[in-house]
C-alpha cells in the first residue's frame, strides 16, 4: 500500500470550514494533510491522531509571486509560537495544524477574519463575476441593437427565420451566464452585510453556504448547453472548423502558462509577471483578429466550414 495518496477537493472556497473539519477525520483516520490545490488534496501515511486545522486568508499573497511576502513569514513565525505549524497553502488560502488538546484558537478576530476572507473572495470570485455581468452583458446589449435595427428595416418574423439554433444557444448561454453571475453576486453581498453586523457586535464570523441545489443546476446547465453545442456542431458539419478557430486559444493558454510559469520560477515579481503575460496575450489575439480573412477564407476553401463558412463562386457563362 502506498504512503500516499491523493484526493478531489470537493469543497468551493465558501466552504473551507468544513474543508478543515475533513482534514481532521482524515488525521484520524491516519492521513496527514501535506499540499492543498483548487483541484485536489494531498496526504501522507501518518499514526491516526487527534490534529486540530485551521484555514486563514493573506490577500497580499499573489500566486505569481516567487516568494512568499515578508509579512507572510512574519504570519507564519507568530503562529508557529501558538502551536499552529504551517502545511501549506493554495495562493491567499493558509493551512494550519495545531496537535495540542487545548490550542488557542487561531482566529480570535471576527471583523479581520471577514476582511481577510472577502479580500480573498473579492479576487478569486467576485472579480470574475463583476467581468462576466460585463461582458456578457455587453455581448447581448450589442445583438439587442443589432437585432433591433434589422428589425426595423424588415419584419420579427424575418429576423427568427434567419436566426439559426446554433446563433440562438450561444445568445441563450451569454443571457444565462449574465443573469447566473449577477445572482452570485447579490448572494454574496447579502451575506457579507449580515456578516459584517455578527462580526462588529457580537464577534462571530458567519459562513457563506451557497445553495447546494443552485450548484448543482448551474452545473447541470452548463453541461447541457455544451453538449447542445457539441451536437449542431457535428450535426452542421462545422466541428472541423470550430476546432481550427479553437487551436489558437488552445496555443495562447500554454504559451501564457508557459511564460508565466518561466518568470515565476526566475524570480519576476508577479506584478512584472502579470504586465508582460497580459501584453503578450494582447499581442497574439490582435495577430489572430488580422488574420481572420485568411483563416476564413482557408476554411472556406477546404470545405471545412458547413453551412457557417460557404463561399459563392461566379463561372463566366
Known sequence: MSDKMTEKNKFTLWEYPNMVSHFEYMAQQGWMLTGCTESRFEYVKSQPCKMHFAVTFFPDYDFLDPNPPEKLERLWDFCSE?????????????????????????????????????????????????QEVVINGGFIVFLAVVAGIFIKDTSFAHLVEKISVISLLIVTWYTYKCISAVCGLAAYYSWYRKAAVQAREKD??????????????????????????????????????????????????????????????????????????????????????????????????????????????????
Open 82 to 130: 501558538n502551536g499552529w505549524r504551517h502545511i501549506t497553502d493554495s495562493a491567499s488560502m493558509q493551512v494550519f495544524c495545531n496537535g495540542r488538546e487545548n490550542s488557542v484558537p487561531l482566529h480570535t478576530d471576527a471583523v479581520v477574519q471577514l476582511e481577510n476572507f472577502h479580500s480573498m473572495i473579492n479576487a478569486a470570485k467576485l472579480k470574475n463575476w463583476r
Open 204 to 317: 462571530i464570523f458567519l459562513t457563506f453556504m451557497p445553495d447546494k441545489i443552485w450548484a448543482n443546476a448551474d452545473g447541470a446547465i452548463s453541461t447541457f448547453f455544451l453538449c447542445g453545442m457539441a451536437i449542431l456542431l457535428v450535426k452542421n458539419g462545422e466541428i472541423a472548423s470550430t476546432f481550427l478557430f479553437s487551436i489558437p486559444f488552445i496555443i495562447l493558454f500554454f504559451i501564457i502558462y508557459a511564460l508565466s510559469k518561466y518568470m515565476r520560477d526566475n524570480g519576476v515579481s508577479a506584478k512584472t509577471n502579470r504586465k508582460v503575460t497580459y501584453i503578450t496575450a494582447a499581442v497574439i489575439i490582435l495577430l489572430f483578429v488580422m488574420a481572420l480573412p485568411y483563416i476564413f477564407m482557408t476554411i472556406a476553401d477546404m470545405g471545412l466550414g458547413g453551412d457557417f463558412i460557404t463561399v459563392t463562386r461566379t463561372y463566366p457563362t
